[in-house]
């Protein structure tokens, strides 16, 4: 996995640390991302997918229901939010590494309140490294790396390489939520009976 506690704590750039990757690098972090997602759901179950963690520093400033803003997410949200995060950040480079500059959304986000199995988590996950597999197999064999995007008002400009380890590196800040949200999960009460 790329260094990402470097990047966050300002050590690196993220055009530093995306500066020699190849698309076959690419393919195998997004391999090595999904495959680390399933492997802290491998114990997990059914009611884990649902279960409401307590977080106190819960603050999701881009809730489309303010009464959302403080909610505590699911695993399922935790899941779907990830998932669509990085599939944004697969689609946006492929225009780019294409030669097309991009300045909108590409993104889907399937309700979480419809995540209710370890099934449904599994196969979201699976169908993302899917399609992120395929964005990168739309690449060309020389993709365009002079065009860059401004993720966001005011962010530095990255190229397609770069946009595209945004949404590994979004993926990453949730590990550790989806840890969290397991262990509060399986130890309670409730659990320990069943």
Not at 48 to 67: G, L, Q, S, T, W
Not at 68 to 90: F, Q, R
Not at 148 to 161: D, I, K, L, R
Not at 176 to 192: A, C, D, G, V, W
Request: charged share 25%.
């Amino acid at each position: 996995m790329l260094d990402f506690a470097a990047l966050d704590q300002k050590q690196t750039s993220l055009a530093e640390l995306t500066r020699n990757l190849t698309l076959g690098d690419l393919k195998n972090l997004t391999n090595e991302m999904i495959d680390q997602m399933l492997l802290i759901l491998a114990d997990a179950r059914d009611n884990d997918i649902v279960f409401h963690p307590v977080d106190p520093a819960a603050n999701d400033r881009f809730a489309a229901n303010p009464a959302d803003i403080t909610l505590a997410w699911t695993l399922g949200h935790v899941v779907v939010h990830a998932t669509a995060s990085a599939e944004e950040a697969a689609a946006l480079p492929t225009s780019m590494a294409r030669g097309v500059p991009v300045n909108d959304r590409s993104r889907y986000e399937m309700p979480w309140q419809d995540m209710k199995t370890m099934t449904q988590a599994r196969a979201r996950l699976e169908e993302s490294r899917r399609m992120r597999l395929a964005f990168l197999n739309a690449w060309p064999d020389s993709p365009h790396l002079e065009i860059v995007n401004e993720p966001w008002p005011g962010a530095e400009p990255v190229n397609a390489v770069g946009r595209f380890v945004m949404g590994l590196l979004h993926d990453f800040h949730h590990l550790e939520q989806m840890q969290e949200i397991l262990r509060q999960s399986q130890n309670t009460p409730e659990e320990k009976n069943s």
